[in-house]
């Protein structure tokens, strides 16, 4: 089974700081995805990656920035974390015959 | 603009009293539905995806349909370990373009 790995499960971070959520895949799959999840509003797309090197802007990526410089690894950047960016963060794959996502377990980040 | 609607909100049924949750969807040429259910805390894992009209997947006690306007999850006979909400997405034009709904958060009491 591909697993995806979040580093943190919760983060407390002060206004204005830089903060740095990672995720890494242990499969092949070449595309990654950053969504965040918040009550009423369902997930929503930040950035997402089809290979190294590569990203594009999903729905919400004012912000945010991201990295991809191995396939395994994709990183999610908040420039300077504000109190609106507290939120739920998922990461995600997409790989195999039935194009479903396959989910990290989160970071929970709040922003104080 | 694709939309996603669910429903209910929130589901409480009694264990082994079978019900349905709704997806409607707009979408313009969809390339595929997901199910997805979610544990507190947790995130999503996958559960179907459905491509065409009229197609079906079961798992267990869960099944999926699917029609050109929503989809179905039909539960049969639910247990307390089904509580937990459940994600209906859809892909359309490209990878980035998958749309979620605000799920159903479903309650079994045993």
């Known amino acids: 089974d591909v697993k995806v790995t979040q580093s943190s499960r919760y983060l407390v971070k002060r206004t204005g700081e830089k903060v740095f959520l990672e995720c890494v895949q242990d499969m092949d799959h070449e595309n990654m995805f950053w969504y965040r999840q918040d009550p009423g509003l369902g997930l929503r797309l930040i950035y997402f990656s089809y290979d190294v090197k590569m990203k594009e802007k999903g729905d919400i990526p004012e912000g945010y920035s991201v990295s991809r410089e191995k396939k395994e690894r994709f990183s999610l950047i908040l420039e300077s974390a504000s109190t609106n960016q507290t939120s739920m963060y998922l990461c995600a794959t997409q790989g195999g015959n039935n194009y479903g996502y396959t989910f990290g377990s989160g970071t929970r980040l709040t922003v104080v | 603009e694709d939309q996603v609607t669910q429903s209910p909100e929130a589901l409480r049924l009694q264990e082994g009293e079978s019900s349905s949750l709704n997806c409607s969807y707009t979408?313009?040429?969809?390339?595929?539905l997901f199910w997805y259910r979610q544990d507190p805390g947790k995130g999503p894992e996958f559960l179907f995806t459905l491509y065409s009209a009229g197609e079906e997947k079961e798992k267990e006690r869960l099944k999926a349909t699917l029609t050109k306007k929503e989809s179905f999850l039909h539960i049969t006979a639910p247990k307390p370990e089904d509580s937990a909400t459940y994600l209906c997405?859809?892909?359309?034009?490209?990878?980035?373009?998958?749309?979620f709904g605000t799920g159903t958060k479903l309650q079994v009491i045993p």
């Open positions: 979408v313009s040429g969809l390339r595929g």
């Open positions: 997405a859809v892909q359309a034009g490209g990878y980035q373009k998958v749309t």
